[in-house]
């Protein structure tokens, strides 16, 4: 089983829509989590990272569920600009190891 | 501030030449990580620096060597290239908050 995982996608959305994305992970001691967004032949760039009671920024907010042992990303009214590849990252405790799931793709058209 | 720097952004090798990837970062951050990117593969850890005088293997190592030079680079060897080591490489640099370098587009013919 991969440490991370992700649906790849890809996610087709109308502009406007809200869209959520879910990863899991597989180390129940993992101590950070973090959304990239990664367009297309660039590198990964950090849009949130993603706090114990939740946080939000903007039209983005992230969740972590320890119990169940995933984080999700939820985007509220798409834009055009949104489409990309978002990948979640894990850092496991002690080893200061950062793993990324392969990113679900996101798809916003007009 | 740069953040993370890396060279060279592309390069073509034969098989069974060698290669250094370069990374630096200014920000003063302990951990460090390479990483390939293959095509519906996502970002596959090769190596990481958890500090200064470490270095640990990560999902992929093998065919390369690293070399953690002090607290601001990060190197990539290539001893003997392989045409399956035709990818796009990142380094990495993270503290509370991680920054990536541009990347390098390695061909191995």
């Known amino acids: 089983r991969k440490e991370v995982e992700q649906d790849p996608g890809p996610f087709n959305v109308p502009e406007g829509a809200t869209v959520a994305f879910n990863c899991t992970y597989s180390?129940?001691?993992?101590?950070?989590f973090f959304w990239y967004r990664q367009d297309c032949r660039k590198e990964p760039k950090l849009l949130m990272s993603?706090?114990?009671s939740g946080n939000e920024d903007g039209r983005f907010t992230a969740q972590l569920n320890r119990a169940s042992q995933y984080i999700s990303l939820l985007i509220r009214d798409s834009k055009l600009s949104d489409s990309a590849t978002y990948l979640c990252?894990?850092?496991?405790?002690?080893?200061?190891?950062?793993?990324f799931g392969t990113g679900t793709r996101l798809l916003v058209s007009p | 501030n740069a953040g993370v720097t890396q060279t060279p952004k592309f390069q073509v090798l034969k098989t069974g030449q060698s290669m250094t990837l370069q990374c630096a970062q200014d920000?003063?951050?302990?951990?460090m990580y390479w990483y390939r990117q293959d095509p519906g593969m996502g970002l596959r850890l090769i190596y990481y620096?958890?500090?200064?005088?470490?270095?640990d293997k990560g999902e992929v190592p093998n065919g390369y060597n690293v070399s953690r030079l002090n607290k601001r680079e990060f190197s990539l060897r290539l001893e003997s290239a392989a045409p399956s080591q035709t990818s796009v490489y990142f380094c990495?640099?993270?503290?509370?908050?991680?920054?990536f370098g541009p990347g390098t587009r390695l061909t191995v013919l």
């Open positions: 180390n129940s001691a993992s101590q950070s």
């Open positions: 990495a640099s993270i503290e509370e908050r991680g920054f």
């Open positions: 990252a894990v850092v496991f405790t002690g080893f200061q190891k950062l793993v």
């Open positions: 993603v706090y114990s």
């Open positions: 620096s958890a500090s200064e005088g470490t270095t």
């Open positions: 920000m003063n951050h302990n951990s």
